[in-house]
């Protein structure tokens, strides 16, 4: 089955909105990793996160690592047309032999 | 620029070729990676090389043959492939010993197997 459960899977909003998305799994995770994809680029590492807890900011972009361990959030504040792209959370897991699982992508289009 | 360089951007091939992807990382990293990417599906890990010693092969098809001849470079040579590898080829690198696996992917290479 699906290791980690990405969600929304997309989502449109409105220029200057705040936007919500987060990852999901049944297993403990021990570091979460956030990445931006531009279309018809690579994947672009946005924030990473060690610690149950931890709560990291780049920029208008906030990430927390859940205190369950088996949860992360991204968040965006006041969104910009250049914001549009796919979103990836990733994990590493020793259920998964430390192997980095990523979600299936949350896709943001920003209405200007 | 992220330092990870893939050539060519886009491949079409017929299934009974022979072609080569080819990536390059200016980083001085000594892990690489190769991905495989399908739409609305997770990134697949599909190989990894360490110090130029491939560590990990997902399962992968022996159609697909990496190759890592020094730690700046990485190949993935196709051959007698399928419709369904058709998809986005991703390149990455990562220092070996840092948590948290590949940092830094190249744009990919976009294949489509006719």
């Known amino acids: 089955g699906q290791q980690l459960n990405q969600s929304p899977q997309s989502m449109f909003i409105q220029e200057g909105e705040d936007v919500s998305m987060n990852c999901t799994s049944s297993s403990i995770f021990n570091t979460w990793l956030w990445y931006k994809q531009d279309p018809g680029e690579g994947p672009v590492l946005l924030i990473a996160l060690y610690k149950a807890g931890e709560l990291t900011s780049n920029g208008r972009l906030t990430a927390q690592f859940g205190t369950t361990r088996k949860d992360s959030f991204l968040n965006i504040s006041a969104s910009i047309p250049s914001d549009v792209g796919i979103y990836f959370c990733a994990g590493q897991s020793s259920e998964y032999g430390n192997k980095l699982v990523f979600g299936a992508g949350t896709i943001l289009r920003v209405k200007s | 620029e992220t330092g990870v360089t893939q050539t060519p951007r886009h491949l079409v091939m017929g299934m009974t070729n022979k072609k080569s992807l080819k990536c390059e990382q200016h980083?001085?990293?000594?892990?690489m990676y190769w991905y495989k990417q399908s739409a609305k599906k997770p990134l697949e890990l599909m190989f990894v090389y360490s110090l130029e010693e491939r560590v990990e092969n997902n399962s992968v098809p022996s159609r697909f043959s990496p190759e890592c001849p020094n730690s700046s470079h990485l190949f993935l040579h196709l051959h007698t492939l399928q419709p369904e590898d058709s998809a986005l080829y991703l390149c990455?690198?990562?220092?070996?010993?840092?948590?948290?696996?590949?940092?830094?992917f190249g744009p990919g290479t976009r294949l489509t197997v006719l």
């Open positions: 990455a690198s990562s220092q070996v010993g840092l948590a948290g696996g590949p940092r830094f």
């Open positions: 980083l001085g990293h000594n892990a």
